[in-house]
DNA sequence: GTCTATAACCGGATAGAC
DNA sequence: GTCTATCCGGTTATAGAC
């Protein structure tokens, strides 16, 4: 996972490549960036607030991350971190798929909790389709894709039995499900996001219940034309980041 | 329309509000700002430049646009109403529902095909809950009740029967759709946007295909549950815009 | 080569005179 | 309503230390 390029240039070409020390500055200014985003904000927060309390320069700051974006995609691939962790325990002892998809759902609101304060920024940023934040950049494929895989495993280990041509795109169409919710999540402004938790549990409730009906004969064509679309819309719009 | 300050702020604050010569000026501004943008892009253009070739001073263009991205939001207006126009033709001589669905997404892309080139910004900033221009925003509340209507003409104007419940609740729904159409257009590459209107060709064939089986009974306890789910959604997130 | 620092540039935004 | 002068913060250039 961490030879990958993508996913973690930084973390390779620091923490794996180059020295000790520079990796433990590298992470200190990580950490000082996150603090400071919790206390202040996103926009209040400045680099060379960051780079002074993290007790360094300004430009040595800008010398392990190319940019204050670049803090959040390090920030993004940790949380995609912690989310694969806290799913593990569901995944390996559920079978029932509502169980899993709902275990895995929680597993994502409860991880992404303490992020929730600046998480505006982080996805308004990610909604540019130049912006190596963005879901379908190349930057995130290996993110993506890891992701998309774990929904994979919600499915293909679970009791859940699907027409043919649905379960190779289903992982994927939960995926894109889960960056709906997530959408939701930045918007929501209730205590603990209980609104999300809530909206995740009957959102579940109803996918469980369309997989159980999609092998339902009148459904057919329509699920043939569904995951058309689906092709689709893969096929196009494969843009690389310009800088 | 222009009497709502949400929508039209600006404009009714300078057009209607102010002097002949500020309305003039004001107009001067955002056209060469449209122009730039085309030519440059967005991030190329520097609001020193859109006051230069203005002939304005900076702290002038600032006077009447009190952001970069409040130029976004003009444009965005301006676009609503270019999208309102271009679908009166359909919406008047058409009754089938595929039809007139198929004649305003045409619209919404026909006419948004200038802005293409800068959309992502347009799009990004949208994203972040505490920006004015997200379509949740209370600033924003004006152009989505009346896109919403729109497609509300959409529907209740059509020979479609759906069930009852569902009826008041579509148009939201084609809304939230023709958004995730937009959503794709932006990231689309392809000569013209092909894509984008190949993808609005066969997704409003689904739509219509669903609606038309929106009345088989087995699917009925999941439609209430989609609405319940919408219910959710709608009740929850309501943020003002804070500085 | 790896790391750190200082000084400057650039552009969005504001203050305040006219 | 319009200007000039200035601030502020992201970013870069670059020089040197280890």
Same sequence: chains 1, 2.
């Avoid at 894709?145 to 379960?167: M, W």
């Avoid at 159980?212 to 679309?229: G, K, M, Q, T």
Wanted: proline fraction near 5%; include cysteine; glycine fraction near 4%.
């Amino acid at each position: 996972m961490s030879s990958n390029p993508d996913l973690r240039f930084a973390a390779a070409k620091h923490e794996e490549l180059a020295t000790e020390k520079g990796a433990r500055t590298r992470a200190h200014i990580l950490d000082t960036a996150l603090r400071l985003f919790h206390e202040r904000g996103w926009r209040e927060t400045t680099m060379r607030a960051v780079a002074t309390e993290a007790g360094v320069s300004l430009g040595n700051a800008y010398y392990y991350f190319s940019s204050k974006e670049s803090l959040i995609q390090a920030i993004y691939a940790r949380s995609h971190e912690e989310h694969a962790d806290a799913s593990a325990d569901v995944l390996a002892n559920e079978t029932a798929f509502g169980e899993r998809l709902r275990g895995v759902m929680r597993a994502k609101l409860d991880t992404l909790a303490p992020y929730h304060r600046f998480a505006a920024v982080l996805f308004s940023t990610a909604a540019d389709p130049a912006s190596p934040l963005n879901p379908w950049s190349e930057a995130s494929a290996a993110v993506r894709r890891e992701a998309t895989a774990l929904f994979g495993r919600v499915l293909h280990e679970s009791d859940a039995r699907v027409p043919k041509i649905l379960e190779s795109e289903l992982p994927e169409l939960l995926w894109t499900y889960h960056m709906g919710i997530i959408l939701f999540w930045i918007h929501d402004r209730s205590p603990g996001c209980a609104a999300s938790y809530r909206l995740a549990e009957r959102t579940v409730e109803l996918i469980a219940r369309l997989v159980a009906v999609s092998r339902l004969p009148p459904l057919r064509p329509l699920i043939r034309a569904l995951l058309a679309v689906m092709d689709e819309v893969r096929g196009a719009a494969p843009q690389s980041a310009p800088a």
